[in-house]
């Protein structure tokens, strides 16, 4: 991939915001999450920095995909996985379809002020019984009159308590489970929404994350996004963008924390010589930045790919193997340095240590590794049932 002037002038914006409004906060919202999405959010919109490739006629910047790949990469080099996950949901995960399948007056209504930094967005897919089998979801928007009536729960819901509105998938019709599943816009001041304590997760935990349960909430159904019964297949659709979007964080977050434990190694003295200075050790930094760069490689590849649109199913397939190597990546790099801090790898507000929790979300979320290898194995033709 060949990066411009442009592309260098956003990563620079980008890496000045992580350094100056979130990196010397971020103990503070660990300790006491969440973060102030909509007080963090209106200055990222204020640069533009929600809206990069979104339309311009709603306030984006209307630049391709790479642009956006730049920007999550260098939000990756947060201190912590879980502002980075926050604004990844609000640009990659619960806007995407509005702004390719939107009706104007909702993209108008919500689209911009969420480019703007005004509203903070959610993606409500996942529930209780359904995470990863997206198929399986049993909450119903049943027609009503002009509304949709929903009743139903959302599990693991990131942002859910200070979002404005939902992206949620749900169940329109008594047909075939892949058909019978809209994308409908829902207001959070809607009568009948109500939210659990925020969950008590493993990491992310400057995020904030809950269940949202919906009991005969009526909104109109002017706020479909796209086609009713569509929504299965836009959802496929939002979730490319968000697995590529989370392998390029994972490359900048990665890249931090082999920087910071060969700065660690370099400097920490045991049996008379620096750590780094054991072959062990220094070897694995260079097998550890190769898979690193191997990944990088994959996730550009992956980018032009999706741009370029000639082969969906090629790049369907390479954002899943973005996806796949990104979460198991992470959980090597992590563990490897993590060992090499020794007990202060151990203590909870270590840099590594939280990268170490915060990152095993990404084998989990957004698609368990395993769904990832069924994806894959269907592109390449060898899944039971499926002919290459």
Same mark, same amino acid.
């Given at each position: 991939?060949?990066?411009? =002037?442009?592309?260098?002038?956003?990563?620079?914006? /980008?890496?000045?915001?992580?350094?100056?409004?979130?990196?010397?906060? &971020?103990?503070?919202?660990?300790?006491?999450?969440?973060?102030?999405?909509?007080?963090?959010?209106?200055?990222? *919109?204020?640069? $533009?920095?929600? $809206?990069?490739?979104?339309?311009?006629?709603?306030?984006?910047? *209307?630049?391709?995909?790479?642009?956006?790949? &730049?920007?999550?990469?260098?939000?990756?080099?947060?201190?912590?996985? *879980?502002?980075?996950?926050?604004?990844?949901?609000?640009?990659?995960?619960?806007?995407?379809?509005?702004?390719?399948?939107?009706?104007?007056?909702?993209?108008?209504?919500?689209?911009?002020?969420?480019?703007?930094?005004?509203? &903070?967005?959610?993606?409500?897919?996942? @529930?209780?019984?359904?995470?990863?089998?997206?198929?399986?979801?049993?909450?119903?928007?049943?027609?009503?009159?002009?509304?949709?009536?929903?009743?139903?729960?959302?599990?693991?819901?990131?942002?859910?308590?200070?979002?404005?509105?939902?992206?949620?998938?749900?169940?329109?019709?008594?047909?075939?489970?892949?058909?019978?599943?809209?994308?409908?816009?829902?207001?959070?001041?809607?009568?009948?929404?109500?939210?659990?304590?925020?969950?008590?997760?493993?990491?992310?935990?400057?995020?904030?994350?809950?269940? /949202?349960?919906?009991?005969? /909430?009526?909104?109109?159904?002017?706020?479909?996004?796209?086609?009713?019964?569509?929504?299965?297949?836009?959802?496929?659709?939002?979730?490319?963008?968000?697995?590529?979007? $989370?392998?390029?964080?994972?490359?900048?977050?990665?890249?931090?924390?082999?920087?910071?434990?060969? @700065?660690?190694?370099?400097?920490?003295?045991?049996?008379?010589?620096?750590?780094?200075?054991?072959? /062990?050790?220094?070897?694995?930094?260079?097998?550890?930045?190769?898979?690193?760069?191997?990944?990088?490689?994959?996730?550009?590849?992956?980018?032009?790919?999706?741009?370029?649109?000639?082969?969906?199913?090629?790049?369907?397939?390479?954002?899943?193997?973005?996806?796949?190597?990104?979460?198991?990546?992470?959980? @090597?790099?992590?563990?490897?340095?993590? =060992?090499?801090?020794?007990?202060?790898?151990?203590?909870?507000?270590?840099?590594?240590?939280?990268?170490?929790?915060?990152?095993?979300?990404?084998?989990? *979320?957004?698609?368990?590794?395993?769904?990832?290898?069924?994806?894959?194995?269907?592109?390449?033709?060898?899944?039971?049932?499926?002919?290459?």
């Amino acid at each position: 991939m060949q990066f411009t =002037q442009e592309h260098e002038e956003l990563r620079r914006t /980008v890496r000045n915001f992580v350094d100056h409004e979130i990196n010397p906060n &971020v103990e503070q919202w660990e300790q006491q999450p969440p973060f102030p999405a909509h007080e963090l959010f209106k200055k990222l *919109g204020d640069l $533009g920095l929600l $809206g990069i490739s979104k339309p311009e006629p709603y306030g984006g910047m *209307g630049l391709d995909y790479s642009y956006n790949l &730049v920007a999550a990469e260098e939000f990756g080099r947060a201190h912590c996985g *879980g502002v980075p996950l926050a604004i990844g949901v609000q640009t990659d995960m619960a806007t995407p379809a509005l702004a390719r399948f939107g009706n104007e007056a909702l993209c108008k209504e919500y689209l911009v002020p969420a480019i703007k930094g005004e509203m &903070v967005a959610s993606i409500a897919v996942s @529930e209780p019984g359904a995470g990863s089998d997206v198929a399986n979801i049993k909450t119903r928007a049943s027609k009503q009159g002009d509304d949709y009536v929903i009743n139903g729960s959302k599990m693991w819901i990131t942002s859910s308590t200070q979002a404005d509105w939902y992206c949620l998938l749900a169940n329109t019709s008594d047909d075939a489970k892949h058909k019978n599943k809209s994308l409908i816009l829902v207001p959070r001041d809607a009568a009948g929404i109500t939210l659990s304590q925020p969950l008590d997760k493993l990491g992310m935990r400057s995020s904030d994350t809950a269940q /949202v349960f919906f009991d005969n /909430v009526k909104v109109p159904q002017r706020n479909l996004i796209g086609a009713e019964g569509q929504g299965f297949m836009i959802q496929m659709m939002q979730f490319q963008e968000e697995r590529m979007w $989370g392998a390029a964080n994972a490359i900048g977050g990665l890249d931090s924390v082999i920087s910071a434990t060969i @700065e660690y190694t370099q400097q920490r003295d045991a049996f008379g010589q620096k750590l780094i200075d054991n072959q /062990v050790i220094h070897f694995r930094f260079a097998e550890l930045q190769t898979e690193l760069e191997a990944l990088r490689a994959l996730v550009y590849s992956t980018c032009e790919q999706y741009i370029n649109g000639a082969n969906p199913q090629h790049a369907l397939q390479l954002a899943s193997m973005c996806k796949l190597k990104a979460g198991r990546l992470a959980r @090597e790099v992590t563990d490897s340095c993590l =060992q090499y801090w020794g007990g202060m790898g151990y203590m909870w507000d270590n840099l590594v240590s939280r990268s170490y929790r915060d990152s095993r979300l990404a084998s989990i *979320g957004g698609g368990a590794d395993e769904v990832m290898l069924g994806i894959i194995c269907k592109t390449m033709g060898i899944f039971p049932g499926t002919k290459p």
